[in-house]
C-alpha cells in the first residue's frame, strides 16, 4: 500500500489526466458549438496543447530537460489529435488551419528518437555495455538491465552463428 501512495504521490500526471479527460468530454457535450465554435475550439486547443503538458512538466520536472521536451512535445502532439476527437466536425476551424503542427512535431519526435535509439544501442551493443549510462541518459534501471540483457541474448546468438 505504501508503494501505491508513492507512486501516486510521484506520479500524480496519470492520476489527473481522466479527470480531465471527463471534463473535456463534459466541456463537449455542454458547449454551445454552434453559438460559439471558436471559443470551444481554442478552449478545447488550449487545454490539450498547452495545459496538459504544462501539468505533465510540473509533475516531471525533476527529468533531465531533453527528455521532458520530447515528452511534451509529443503529448502537444496528442492533444492536437485529442482536440481533433472533441471539436464537432463543422465548428473547426483553427484545427484545420494549423493541424500540419502535428506532423512537423511527429516529425521532430521521430528524429529526436532516432537519435535515442542510436545512442542506445552504441550503449547497449559497444564493447563494455554498462546500465548506468542508460540510466544517464533517462532511462529507468530496470530497462536499462532488461536492454542490456536482451543485448547480451543477441550477442550470443551471433556469436554462434558464426561458430564462434
Known amino acids: 500500500m505504501q508503494r501505491f501512495v508513492k507512486a501516486s504521490r510521484d506520479n500524480w500526471f496519470y ?16 458547449h454551445p458549438w454552434d453559438d460559439q465554435p471558436q471559443f470551444g475550439e481554442a478552449v478545447t486547443l488550449f487545454d490539450w496543447c498547452i495545459f ?13 530537460r531533453r527528455a521532458l521536451a520530447i515528452r511534451a512535445l509529443a503529448i502537444a502532439c496528442g492533444g492536437i489529435w485529442i482536440a481533433g476527437k ?30 535515442a535509439l542510436i545512442a542506445v544501442l ?3 551493443f559497444g564493447s ?22 536482451e543485448a547480451r541474448l543477441w550477442r550470443w546468438v551471433w556469436d554462434r552463428l558464426r561458430g564462434k
Not at 492520476?15 to 455542454?30: G, H, M
Not at 496538459?52 to 533531465?64: D, E, G, Q, S
Open 15 to 30: 492520476a489527473i489526466l481522466p479527470v480531465l479527460f471527463a471534463a473535456a468530454l463534459n466541456f463537449r457535450a455542454t
Open 52 to 64: 496538459v503538458p504544462f501539468i505533465y512538466v510540473a509533475c516531471y520536472r525533476n527529468m533531465p
Open 86 to 115: 472533441i471539436v464537432p466536425d463543422p465548428a473547426e476551424t483553427i484545427l484545420t488551419q494549423w493541424s500540419w503542427l502535428r506532423g512537423v512535431g511527429i516529425a521532430v519526435l521521430v528524429l529526436a528518437e532516432s537519435a
Open 122 to 124: 552504441r550503449i547497449a
Open 128 to 149: 563494455a555495455p554498462d546500465a548506468t549510462e542508460l540510466e544517464r541518459q533517462g532511462m529507468p534501471p530496470l530497462l536499462a538491465r532488461m536492454i542490456l540483457a
